[in-house]
């Protein structure tokens, strides 16, 4: 046994140094469309123009917090449906509540734990999805400073790619890709160039900012799908 759990963790750590592609198909973003993202904060006011696709926030903000009204926010993209999670990492010691699943961790063992972690956050984000009658082929993981992270890049990584494989595996999205901004995702994750999708926030109101944002640098080195622009909700246009 402790061997393989050698073995496991020396995967896991491979895994987080070198990262991997994300998936390019299931495209549902025509360039220079608009959509819309939308979560719990909109949850008393449903009313919105129509958009020709919605990103609807699965969870409450943060892990294992559920999004109350995420039936009948989905059901306003029936057509046109993404989903995307809140994700973060507060380390110990609710790192230790998932110790022994998927992976059997050491206590000491950072990087196992913060897996485990984030393949929980993951499995629960789907089935709470699946549970609401929710299906997308389209998944994003959004990752901001404003969530609990490690101090330690590889740790939140780890914590990523476990939430990453957790979704892959319970729900088969054909794309799955990362939301940020720039300087958050290089304080979170070192600057990870691991080539998934990207929906690049650009903290602007300005419509021709994200037009031209559409053309920048990804912060991850995979494909600019998307940029968000802030109005009366967020809007995002369709690279």
Same mark, same amino acid.
């Given at each position: 046994?402790?061997?393989?759990?050698? =073995?496991?963790?020396?995967? *896991?750590?491979?895994? $987080?140094?070198? &990262?991997?592609? %994300?998936?390019?198909?299931? /495209?549902? @973003?025509?360039?220079?469309?608009?959509?819309?993202?939308?979560?719990?904060?909109?949850?008393?006011?449903?009313?919105?123009?129509?958009?020709?696709?919605?990103?609807?926030?699965?969870?409450?903000?943060?892990?294992?917090?559920?999004?109350?009204?995420?039936?009948?926010?989905?059901? =306003?993209?029936?057509?046109? *449906?993404?989903?995307? $999670?809140?994700? &973060?990492?507060? %380390?110990?010691?609710?790192? /230790?509540? @998932?110790?022994?699943?998927?992976?059997?961790?050491?206590?000491?063992?950072?990087?196992?734990?913060?897996?485990?972690?984030?393949?929980?956050?993951?499995?629960?984000?789907?089935?709470?999805?699946?549970?609401?009658?929710?299906?997308?082929?389209?998944?994003?993981?959004?990752?901001?400073?404003?969530?609990?992270?490690?101090?330690?890049?590889?740790?939140?990584?780890?914590?990523?790619?476990?939430?990453?494989?957790?979704?892959?595996?319970?729900?088969?999205?054909?794309?799955?890709?990362?939301?940020?901004?720039?300087?958050?995702?290089?304080?979170?994750?070192?600057?990870?160039?691991?080539?998934?999708?990207?929906?690049?926030?650009?903290?602007?109101?300005?419509?021709?900012?994200?037009?031209?944002?559409?053309?920048?640098?990804?912060?991850?080195?995979?494909?600019?799908?998307?940029?968000?622009?802030?109005?009366?909700?967020?809007?995002?246009?369709?690279?």
């Amino acid at each position: 046994m402790r061997e393989r759990k050698i =073995l496991l963790c020396f995967t *896991l750590v491979f895994l $987080v140094l070198v &990262g991997s592609s %994300g998936q390019v198909s299931g /495209l549902s @973003y025509p360039k220079s469309f608009v959509g819309q993202d939308i979560s719990w904060p909109n949850c008393h006011n449903l009313k919105f123009a129509p958009s020709w696709f919605g990103i609807v926030g699965v969870n409450g903000g943060l892990n294992f917090h559920v999004n109350p009204c995420l039936g009948s926010e989905a059901s =306003l993209y029936r057509n046109n *449906l993404s989903l995307y $999670v809140n994700t &973060g990492f507060p %380390g110990m010691p609710y790192d /230790l509540k @998932y110790q022994t699943s998927p992976l059997d961790c050491a206590r000491s063992d950072s990087y196992c734990l913060a897996y485990n972690y984030g393949y929980n956050a993951g499995k629960y984000a789907a089935n709470y999805a699946l549970s609401r009658g929710v299906v997308s082929n389209n998944w994003w993981l959004d990752v901001e400073t404003i969530n609990s992270w490690s101090g330690d890049y590889l740790v939140n990584k780890a914590s990523l790619i476990g939430e990453v494989n957790a979704i892959n595996g319970s729900v088969k999205p054909t794309l799955i890709g990362y939301y940020s901004y720039p300087t958050q995702w290089t304080d979170v994750t070192g600057g990870w160039q691991n080539g998934y999708p990207s929906w690049l926030a650009t903290n602007s109101n300005f419509k021709t900012v994200a037009e031209n944002e559409c053309s920048e640098y990804s912060f991850n080195s995979g494909s600019v799908f998307m940029t968000q622009y802030i109005g009366k909700i967020d809007f995002d246009l369709a690279c």
